[in-house]
């Protein structure tokens, strides 16, 4: 199975967010595990959607 990746500005466009928000989580030790190899950050696309899955919120709309 092929690992894909994705790269900040890749994940601040899915999130909707600026990517300078993902530099800050990153100093903060927050967000997603990420890779960086030669300087480059990547984010592998399993641990961005095992992010997305902890941080899903469920409401519960049940009539009252």
């Known amino acids: 199975m092929e ?3 994705i790269n900040p500005f890749q994940l601040a ?3 909707g967010i ?3 928000t993902l530099q800050n ?3 903060k ?5 990420y890779l960086k ?3 480059h950050i990547m984010y592998r696309e399993h641990d ?3 992010y997305e899955a902890e941080h899903h919120v469920h ?3 049940a009539s009252k």
């Open 25 to 27: 989580w990153r100093c």
């Open 13 to 15: 466009r899915r999130w």
């Open 3 to 5: 690992t894909r990746h």
């Open 59 to 61: 409401i519960n709309n």
């Open 37 to 39: 190899i030669g300087g």
């Open 29 to 33: 030790n927050k967000g997603p595990a």
């Open 48 to 50: 961005v959607e095992q």
């Open 18 to 20: 600026n990517p300078r």
